[in-house]
C-alpha cells in the first residue's frame, strides 16, 4: 500500500506544480486553492508512505517522479522543447526511479 501512497503522492505534484503555473504566484483564488490543498494532500500521502518505505527512496521516488511528469506535461502541453538529451535524461531519471523501487530494502520495524 505505501508504494501506491507514494506514486499517488508524485501524481499529484505534477497536477500540484501545474497549478502553481496557473495561480500565478498564488494571486488568482480558485487555482491557488486547488494548487495548496493538492500540495497538502500529495505531502500526507507521500508521509503515510514514509511508514513502509526509506526516507531516502521515497523522497528521491517522489521527486523524480514530479519531475519526469512535469517535464512531460510541459513538452506534451505547453511547447517546451523536446531534443535528444532532455528524452535521454528523462530516461535515465525514470530507470534510477525503477531502480530504487527494485533495491528498496525492507526496512526495520
Known sequence: MAWIYLIMAGLLEIIWVIGLKY???FTILIPSII???LILLSFFLLSKSFHSIT???GYAVFTGLGTV???AAGMLFWGETINLWKV???ALMITGIIGLKVSQAEPKP
Do not use: E, K
Open 55 to 57: 526516507l531516502g527512496t
Open 35 to 37: 494548487t495548496v490543498a
Open 69 to 71: 511528469g512535469t517535464i
Open 23 to 25: 495561480s500565478h504566484g
Open 88 to 90: 535521454f535524461f528523462v
